[in-house]
């Protein structure tokens, strides 16, 4: 991937909307817009944000172009542990899709499988952060796993952990113990999904590592065709399913520097806002270095090839 052509790409303003494809619109979540295809998904990622679960009346331009790029990169990689979601020849089966119209939607659009997701979100913590510090300063656990007492904010954990949730149609997802993950998705699939996910996570934190980046944790998503077989589904190790810390400075005992959208959580929880929609407009600056954090994560990782 050319980054010089790439930041050419992005718009000078964010795409809120995509319209006017001749396929019929399924889903419209916080980020993507979701096209049916018969037996083919169209995703395309718009430039929306969000942050405690509230969409922001404003984007960030090109957010969805690095955010599918990074995707796009990622599912390369995992190839190598299960099969993704993507079609095979996906560059050129993309373009033949969108045809001639559309094809400058092509640097924000993927072209899948058409799935059944897994009712829950499989996440993978190698660190000791957000909610899982939050947890482990109260009960000085996580979820089913006892840890050392002497962990600090963003202490490494002593493996990687397998934390999975719910998926909430409406509101926040939930934590869940390996118990009722288990009986959620059966004892076989559950033990499927908890391999996998952790094995992703090995992949990623080495690379990560590789390009300078510490992989806290991050949130993988499943999905089963009609014959029961696991595909990596949704989107992979981006900095909006994922915690990334630059490693050159880190230091456990305090929050971290993040190549996520923390910084926009910090800039809102800083402001007088009760987290329910509408949220405030994000300022210029917050915008433009929120681009260049995602923007650098990108440039990191592939650099680390």
């Known amino acids: 991937m050319d980054i010089a052509y790439l930041r050419k790409l992005l718009p000078e303003t964010a795409q809120m909307t995509i319209s006017g494809l001749p396929f019929p619109k399924i889903a419209s979540g916080k980020v993507r817009e979701i096209f049916d295809l018969g037996d083919k ?27 599918t790029q990074i995707s796009l990169w990622w599912f390369a990689q995992a190839a190598a542990i299960m099969p993704t979601h993507l079609v095979p020849d996906h560059d050129a089966a993309v373009l033949a899709a969108l045809g001639p119209k559309h094809a400058h939607l092509a640097p924000r659009t993927m072209l899948v499988r058409k799935l059944k997701p897994l009712p829950i979100e499989a996440i993978v913590r190698g660190y000791l952060a ?12 996580l979820l089913d796993y006892p840890l ?3 962990l600090q904010e963003s202490s490494p954990l002593p493996t990687p952990l397998f934390t999975p949730s719910t998926k909430a149609a409406e509101g926040h997802d939930e934590n869940i113990s390996a118990k009722r993950c288990t009986e959620i998705l059966g004892p076989d699939s559950f033990e499927k999904i908890k391999n996998a996910a952790l094995a992703l996570y090995t992949l990623g934190a ?40 630059p490693l050159q400075g880190y230091t456990p005992g305090k929050s971290q ?16 806002w009760d ?18 954090l995602y923007f650098s994560a990108l440039k990191q990782l592939l650099h680390s090839e």
């Open 148 to 150: 050392p007492p002497s």
């Open 257 to 272: 520097p993040s190549f996520d959208k923390q910084y926009v959580r910090d800039w809102l929880e800083a402001q007088p």
């Open 130 to 141: 957000g909610s899982a510090w939050k947890e482990y300063r109260t009960t000085g656990t």
């Open 275 to 292: 987290k329910k929609a509408p949220g405030p407009t994000l300022p210029s600056q917050v915008v433009s270095h929120t681009q260049e």
């Open 41 to 67: 998904l169209i995703i395309i990622a718009t430039d929306r944000i969000s942050a405690f679960d509230v969409v922001m009346p404003n984007g960030v331009p090109g957010k969805g172009i690095l955010l």
């Open 206 to 245: 080495r690379i990560a590592t590789q390009a300078g980046l510490i992989l806290a944790d991050t949130k993988f998503e499943f999905g089963t065709d009609t014959n029961g077989k696991l595909y990596l589904i949704d989107e992979v190790l981006t900095p909006d399913s994922s915690r990334y810390w």
